[in-house]
């Protein structure tokens, strides 16, 4: 159980376009979501706090107009990255709490975005 | 701000030998811990966590100390396997507040 993917696995794209990361919470249903940023060699950065139904909350120093975030429904959260530059090249990873799981934050798979 | 910190960036053990992973962490008010795993391009993968009201906590092959004196924390991997080789975050939480802060992570390398 608590099985987190994302999609896509890898994206690669044009500096100026806009690209969208899904996650979904596969089998249950996740009120929260958190989004995380990790640089090669480096740990995990949290970027938002995803609340189902309602706006995101974002950490400090992260741009909420240029990583856009949606959470519609229970099982499904999205990141979009608004004109893209190369130094948005990330690994983005989200991650969400399980009911009856206690505080375990499950991770999924992660996204590698590279732009040109 | 808070910190969790590791004492070792890398790490190579024998095959079969025993790992310990060390984790330093700075919010006396954290109560929870995990420890992850994650492997080459792959998310973070929920090995053992351990509240503060306990000292120990032992899975399969992986036992987690807590030391809440000292504000340290390990991991320790029994029989070290070549699968066991990944990066390894401690990540602290406090009741109070919904961030989960990551260690540095640690590099295992198991030699066969």
């Known amino acids: 159980g608590a099985v987190v993917s994302q999609h896509p696995s890898r994206v690669i794209c044009k500096s100026g376009t806009s690209v969208k990361i899904e996650c979904r919470s596969l089998?249950?249903?996740?009120?929260?979501m958190f989004w995380y940023r990790q640089f090669p060699k480096k740990s995990l950065m949290l970027m938002a706090t995803?609340?189902?139904?309602?706006?995101?909350?974002?950490e400090q120093g992260v741009e909420k107009d240029k990583f856009l975030i949606n959470h519609a429904s229970l099982t499904l959260s999205t990141l979009t990255v608004t004109s893209a530059h190369p130094e948005d090249s990330s690994f983005y990873i989200c991650?969400?709490?399980?009911?009856?799981?206690?505080?375990?934050?499950?991770f999924g798979p992660g996204t590698r975005l590279t732009v040109l | 701000g808070e910190s969790v910190g590791l004492h070792l960036p890398t790490l190579s053990v024998q095959e079969g030998d025993n790992s310990i992973i060390n984790c330093a962490y700075s919010?006396?008010?954290?109560?929870?811990f995990i420890w992850y795993k994650q492997e080459s391009g792959k998310g973070p993968q929920f090995i053992i966590d351990?509240?503060?009201?306990?000292d120990k906590r032992q899975g399969q092959r992986v036992t987690v100390l807590l030391n809440k004196t000292v504000k340290h924390l390990s991991l320790q991997i029994a029989a070290t396997q070549p699968g066991d080789s990944a990066v390894y975050f401690c990540?602290?939480?406090?009741?109070?507040?919904?961030?989960?802060?990551f260690g540095t992570g640690t590099s295992l390398t198991v030699i066969p």
């Open positions: 991650s969400a709490t399980s009911p009856g799981a206690g505080r375990v934050r499950f």
């Open positions: 089998d249950f249903q996740a009120t929260t």
């Open positions: 995803s609340n189902e139904g309602s706006k995101a909350t974002y």
């Open positions: 919010n006396s008010a954290s109560d929870y």
């Open positions: 351990i509240r503060s009201n306990m």
């Open positions: 990540a602290e939480n406090s009741n109070t507040g919904n961030q989960f802060y």
